[in-house]
């Protein structure tokens, strides 16, 4: 069996982190290197490897994803921010489940690096 991903360890208590939302299906966390002052990751627990790995299984998933973020958001007052996905290593991909980074509380640039 493949080794778990990072972020499967953590849903599963394994290694620690700062969880600040969790339902059935995903899970938000604090990134531990930053690059905003608000820098979150949010992850299907299913372990899907990136974008170019969603089959039509997947449908609902990054849906889901999207509607918690919204959510957790507005819960949080903040209107304006950037989601990201990496896919790929070339894109800048490191771990290899899928995940959408939250960045906010900065003014971002554009284009991006
Ligand atoms: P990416 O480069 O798009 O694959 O993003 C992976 C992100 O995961 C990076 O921003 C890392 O800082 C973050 N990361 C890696 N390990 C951890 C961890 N143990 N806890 C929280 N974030 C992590």
Redesign the pocket.
Known sequence: MNEKS?FTK?IERE?P?NIIYEDEKSII?E???PQAPIHY?AIPKKEIKGISDLSESDQGIVDHLMIVIKNEMSNQGINDYRLVI?NGSEA????FHL?I?ILANRTLGWPPG
């Open positions: 990072i953590i290694i982190a966390i990134d531990i290197s990751l990496n800048g991909q490191t771990v995940h980074h």
